[in-house]
Nanobody, 124 residues
Framework: QVQLVESGGGLVQAGGSLRLACLVS????????MGWFRQVPGKEREFVSA????????YYADSVKGRFTISADNAKNTVYLQMNSLKPEDTAVYYC?????????????????WGQGTQVTVSS
């Protein structure tokens, strides 16, 4: 069984930065893709970013491109999401997710393990 535990959320002013972390346990990474999604009440959970663990290829939603950076640390079994130049519209619960294979996907349904989420609030 895979467990994903997010941390690093909080309250920050617009223009500030936060770094989210997702600790992965229960298996080694191998050929997996790790993703970050976010959700606000009443809206669909949306794709933010993903990284192919072995190839280190990355992909970003247009709304965060140039501001967010995804990375992974094999030794710590952790994937990070560095969020800079935060905007009030980035406010959401952020979820870490994983899916087997090599192909990065933006589709929520293709990820089979999820963390519990961490709240990010950006004040104006």
């Amino acid at each position: 069984q895979v467990q994903l535990v997010e941390s690093g959320g909080g309250l920050v002013q617009a223009g500030g930065s936060l770094r989210l972390a997702c600790l992965v346990s229960g298996r080694t990474f191998g050929s997996y893709v790790m993703g970050w999604f976010r959700q606000v009440p009443g809206k669909e959970r949306e794709f933010v970013s993903a990284i192919n663990w072995s190839a280190r290829t990355t992909y970003y939603a247009d709304s965060v491109k140039g501001r967010f950076t995804i990375s992974a640390d094999n030794a710590k079994n952790t994937v990070y999401l560095q969020m800079n130049s935060l905007k009030p519209e980035d406010t959401a619960v952020y979820y870490c997710a994983s899916r087997p294979g090599l192909g990065i996907s933006t589709m929520r349904a293709q990820y089979n393990y999820w963390g519990q989420g961490t709240q990010v609030t950006v004040s104006s």
